[in-house]
């Protein structure tokens, strides 16, 4: 599986904008997806989690209110919509997909967007 992240940019606090992750390959094998963040100088942190069928989702507690992540599973997309965004949101987003193929387990990571909130 191979995933390709965009959307990210330059946007004031308050603004808004959506990622896109889109996958290719074996995406059928896919089960999880999820967005994952880092700033500079620290650890990559969990944003938000989907499910298969997107029925159910997890969010940080940082983004909850704010953050809504969705799939497409027909286009093989997922997407983060970040509204109200902060200054501390600034930081490379990433694109996670967990599955199984051919009897093992994999975690598929795209290059990541840069998201900058200016104050």
């Known amino acids: 599986v191979q995933l390709v992240e965009s959307g990210g940019g330059l946007v004031q606090a308050g603004g808004s904008l959506r990622l896109s992750c889109a996958a290719s390959?074996?995406?059928?094998?896919?089960?999880?997806m999820g967005w994952y963040r880092q700033a500079p100088g620290k650890q990559r942190e969990l944003v938000a989690t989907i499910t298969s069928g997107g029925g159910s989702a997890n969010y940080a507690d940082a983004v909850k209110g704010r953050f809504t992540i969705s799939r497409d599973n027909a286009k093989n997309t997922m997407y983060l919509q970040m509204n109200s965004l902060k200054p501390e949101d600034t930081a490379v987003y990433y694109c996670?997909?967990?599955?199984?193929?051919?009897?093992?387990?994999?975690?598929?990571w795209g290059q990541g967007t840069q998201v900058t909130v200016s104050s």
């Open positions: 996670n997909a967990g599955g199984h193929y051919l009897g093992s387990y994999y975690s598929a």
């Open positions: 390959g074996s995406t059928f094998s896919i089960n999880a």
